[in-house]
Structure formats: C-alpha cells, structure tokens
C-alpha cells in the first residue's frame, strides 16, 4: 500500500505491495513537457465541512466552474497530447454534487483517459451513482478515513455518522467490484490513531493506502 503522485487522489501503485497488484502507471516522460496526472475540481460545493479542505467547499456551485461543454473541451486537450495521456481525477467539492459527472466520465473514457473520481461520502453516494460512474468506464475512486475511530474521523470532516457512512461505502465498492484508494490526512490530532488507520484499509481491501 503506498502512494502517489498527489496528495488524495487516485494514482500509481507500486511493486511490492503485498497483494501483488500490477503497476497501473509509471512516470516514463518528461514532465515539462506534459502532466502525469490532472485533478480537475469540478465543483466547490460539498455537504461536508473538513478542517484541511482546499477546495473552500461551499453549499452551492462556484461561479465561473466549468460546464459540461468546457469540461470535455478541457478533455480534448488532455487527449491531444502523445500517449500515454495524463491521467485524470475528478475531484472537488464534492464531484457527485455535478449532475453532469456521469456524462464527464463517459466522455472521457471516450477519448482514451483514465478517469478516477473522488467524492466525498455524503447522502449523495449511493449504489446508483457508483453504477453509473462504473458504466461510465470509471476505473478507480478514492475514499476519506481521517480517524481511527467514528469520534476521531467525524471530528475532522465535521459531520457526525461519516466514519461509518465511509465504512459502509467501502464494502458496497468492495462488494460491486470497484476498486478504491484509502485516502487518510495525518495531524498531531490524530496522528495517535496511525496503527488502527492503517489496519482500517488493509481490513476493507483498499487497492491503495494514500497518507499525507
């Protein structure tokens, strides 16, 4: 279980982890010369209030964020470049506060990307939606464990029941065949819970263990 090239998003798995997982991509090109990878925060808005979020989640769209036409024209250029393209994460906010992120998925899959999401475990995350994003041709979501334990988890994303809402996410992706990264933020508020974090993610089957 090991890491990335960005801090809480979907990307490279590496030799030696202890499921012998095949690498999903390596850096083999000059990254002046194009990105390895895209996190494209399609949207502010977000039901959760976390304490390290960088995106200023709010409870509405912000104005100005991309359309669904400037979406996959941003994908167009992605695809333009020599392959292997950049890898591409939609993220947030909250991605699946965008009633258009099946649409943007499926698109671009299309054009030959490798398409990741990262939502945030609200009401909005249901089987529905996860079978939409897998119908789309989503290969991989990343998932938030901030805490070791409900008290710890829910203290740092601001709302009471999300550590078990996670919990309960992770094994409807492990039970419809999805494949997700355990993403988990490191402070000195919960750094004491590290060993239980870690068991967490081996003990729910994440495909990565993301810390930062």
């Known amino acids: 279980m090991t890491t990335t090239t960005h801090p809480g998003h979907p990307g490279v798995h590496h030799p030696g982890h202890p499921g012998g997982h095949p690498l999903v991509r390596e850096i083999k090109h ?19 209030v976390c304490k390290h979020c960088r995106a200023d989640a709010q409870h509405h769209a912000a104005p100005g964020q991309l359309t669904t036409a400037q979406g996959k024209d941003l994908m167009d250029q992605l695809a333009s470049y020599e392959r292997p393209y950049p890898m591409l994460v939609l993220s947030g906010g909250d991605c699946f506060e965008r009633k258009d992120l099946n649409e943007l998925a499926a698109y671009g899959v299309s054009k030959g990307l490798h398409v990741s999401v990262s939502p945030s475990v609200t009401p909005l995350f249901t089987r529905e939606r996860i079978q939409g994003l897998q119908d789309a041709g989503v290969s991989m979501l990343s998932m938030s464990l901030d805490g070791g334990t409900a008290a710890s988890h829910d203290a740092f994303r601001g709302i009471p029941g999300t550590f078990d809402r996670t919990i309960e996410a992770c094994h409807m992706l492990n039970e419809m065949g999805m494949r997700f990264q355990l993403n988990t933020v490191f402070t000195k508020k919960n750094i004491h819970d590290a060993p239980q974090m870690m068991k967490n993610a081996i003990d729910l089957g994440a495909f990565m263990f993301y810390t930062f």
């Open 30 to 48: 000059d990254l002046s010369q194009k990105p390895f990878i895209v996190i494209w925060e399609v949207t502010r808005a977000c039901a959760l």
